[in-house]
């Protein structure tokens, strides 16, 4: 199974950064392309951010785009997310997926392997 644990989160005053880890676990991340998603209370999942296995395609929602920032270091086994500017409305349980597609729409819809993990929360508050 193709297992990644989120870490990183907490809570940050307006304007703050975070930089959030998606660790594999059990299996390289090498050969695929990588997404982060989001879900605040009540809300529906959305799309954050992708990266292609490769690391040379990125791929941002409106809302992050200029602030947040994907990677990966494939030795590391581990895709990042910075976050930096930081609004209350980005405050939201924050998940990767393994995707199972390449990384060319960002989405809360688009199909991923396996299950959700356990995410990391991110609280943006003064």
């Known amino acids: 199974q193709l297992q990644l644990v989120e870490s990183g989160g907490g809570l940050v005053q307006p304007g703050g950064s975070l930089r959030l880890s998606c660790e594999a676990s059990?299996?390289?991340?090498?050969?695929?392309?990588i997404g982060w998603f989001r879900q605040a209370p009540g809300k529906e999942r959305e799309g954050v951010s992708c990266i292609s296995s490769s690391g040379g395609s990125t791929k941002y929602a409106d809302s992050v785009k200029g602030r947040f920032t994907i990677s990966r270091d494939n030795a590391k086994n581990t895709v990042y997310l910075q976050m930096n500017s930081l609004k209350p409305e980005d405050t939201a349980v924050y998940y990767c997926?393994?995707?199972?597609?390449?990384?060319?729409?960002?989405?809360?819809?688009?199909?991923?392997?396996?299950?959700w993990g356990q995410g990391t929360q991110v609280t943006v508050s003064s």
């Open positions: 997926a393994v995707l199972k597609e390449d990384c060319t729409v960002v989405g809360g819809t688009v199909p991923i392997f396996g299950s």
């Open positions: 059990g299996f390289t991340l090498d050969y695929y392309a």
